[in-house]
């Protein structure tokens, strides 16, 4: 036990190292002789002012022209116009004057640390916990220089989402605001199980798994959510149906019962956390709103009833309609198996219709695209397909801005840009609202105050 502790420290020194070094602030030294001690002072918050062309606040589908929003260390301090705006000397100046600014976007289904080049059934026993994190640091990384300032992960390994989290709150890691799960909770041989393979089959670490992934009856339910609670997740993610990227079990199926659902919800809900309910098919869809469930993933085969449940009950859909054309395409070259291949034909088109009919019902969306199914940075591809199927670019925009801080407890913080909120700010050249393909490519992305890019404007002094 002592040896793998070790290796452990060694690994997450290995991989961690580096970038603590590079994040840590320089500390002056006094080193001579006798020096007095220096007594330590909190230094004032730095002020950035940022001039802005148009700005997409998000609390509306319009701009506001000229803006000035100025950024006092990592939150919003005030926004107003930018004619004859005077600066103080030395004041730190973004130039977005030519650029559209808008929040950070928010994608509420990610999984950091998959990687979309490896289908084969194999890989998942070659995979460590290691391998998971070095995906996640990368993809981290990525997500948050495509302009996506926070992400919920709905799906990692124990418990990597939330010391990625942790890595990246504390500013070892650069990344997104994470908002962490645990492993999808499963019934025994449902879409989060091992299936079809000899009893004789075992991973090292799936016997541990069962501890906080399957559960089957309420009481195991139960357990597994105070267990994953424990260990510090921000949301639960419980598994309602069977799924398309799994052997054995067939999307549309339902997985838990009514009675399980319920415990679970209530369990997540009283320990303060939200609750995600991965399903696919009518019945599971049903019995995850009815219990209270906060958002339906996927929602692919949703009935009439589904949705009208969904609209009256303020259940969000967090429908992920772009990785279809991925999944059928480049997933192929990389050995996704023919199982799941005739799976996301059977559902890919259909979930698509499914999402005009919940547009036009009018149920509440957030933004999700199941980031790891196919590459980490390309979440805004997503956009061009809402837009196709039925919603206008400034619906779209607001659903990853606005509505995904709504659903994933953040509002008070990010979503929007207002006074107060941190300043997560990213621009684009051009104008999103004519053409929403332009949040494909994010020029300038800040995150609390911080700018980790910029091909738009470069800071600039006043004199």
Do not use: W
Request: proline share 5%; net charge negative; charged share 20%.
């Amino acid at each position: 036990m002592k040896i793998k502790l070790l290796l452990a420290t060694l690994m997450t020194g290995a991989i961690f190292g580096a970038a603590q070094q590079i994040s840590e602030p320089v500390k002056a030294q006094d080193d001579k002789p006798g020096a007095a001690p220096q007594h330590a002072s909190t230094p004032a918050p730095a002020i950035t002012y940022i001039r802005a062309g148009r700005l997409f606040d998000s609390t509306s589908d319009s701009y506001r022209e000229n803006v000035l929003i100025v950024v006092e260390g990592e939150r919003i301090k005030s926004i107003d116009t930018a004619a004859q705006a005077r600066f103080p000397a030395g004041a730190k100046v973004i130039d977005l004057s030519k650029a559209t600014v808008l929040p950070g976007l928010i994608d509420c289904h990610t999984h950091l640390g998959a990687r979309a080049d490896r289908y084969d059934p194999i890989n998942a026993f070659k995979e460590t916990p290691y391998t998971h994190a070095f995906a996640a640091a990368k993809n981290a990384r990525t997500t948050l220089l495509a302009g996506f300032t926070s992400v919920r992960d709905v799906g990692s390994g124990p418990f990597m989402a939330v010391d990625l989290r942790r890595y990246i709150d504390e500013g070892y890691l650069v990344g997104p605001r994470v908002v962490a799960s645990g492993p999808g909770i499963s019934i025994t041989g449902g879409h989060g199980d091992l299936n079809n393979y000899s009893p004789e089959t075992s991973v090292t670490l799936f016997p541990a798994e069962r501890n906080y992934q399957i559960a089957d009856g309420p009481d195991q339910v139960r357990h597994v959510v105070r267990a994953q609670v424990k260990y510090g997740v921000d949301v639960i993610k419980i598994l309602a149906t069977g799924g398309v990227l799994s052997k054995g079990d067939s999307p549309g199926a339902p997985q838990f019962s009514y009675e399980e659902l319920k415990v679970a919800a209530d369990e997540a809900h009283m320990a303060g956390r939200k609750i995600a309910a991965h399903a696919h098919g009518a019945e599971g869809i049903k019995n995850s709103i009815l219990a209270g469930i906060d958002s339906i993933e996927h929602a692919s085969l949703a009935s009439d009833e589904d949705i009208e449940l969904a609209k009256s009950h303020g259940t969000y859909f967090v429908m992920d309609i772009y990785n279809d054309d991925y999944l059928l395409g480049k997933a192929i070259e990389y050995g996704l198996p023919q199982e799941n291949i005739e799976k996301e034909k059977m559902v890919g088109h259909t979930q698509r219709e499914t999402f005009q009919k919940a547009v036009k019902a009018g149920v509440k969306m957030a933004f999700g695209t199941d980031a790891g199914v196919y590459p980490h940075g390309d979440n805004a591809k997503q956009f061009v397909t809402m837009v196709r199927f039925g919603m206008t670019p400034a619906q779209v925009i607001r659903t990853a801005t606005q509505n995904s801080a709504d659903l994933i407890g953040r509002s008070k913080d990010v979503g929007t840009v207002e006074v107060g909120k941190y300043a997560d700010i990213i621009a684009v050249s051009g104008d999103p609202l004519q053409d929403v393909s332009l949040l494909q490519n994010v020029g300038f992305v800040m995150k609390g105050g911080v700018v980790y890019k910029d091909k738009l404007a470069g800071s600039q002094v006043a004199e």
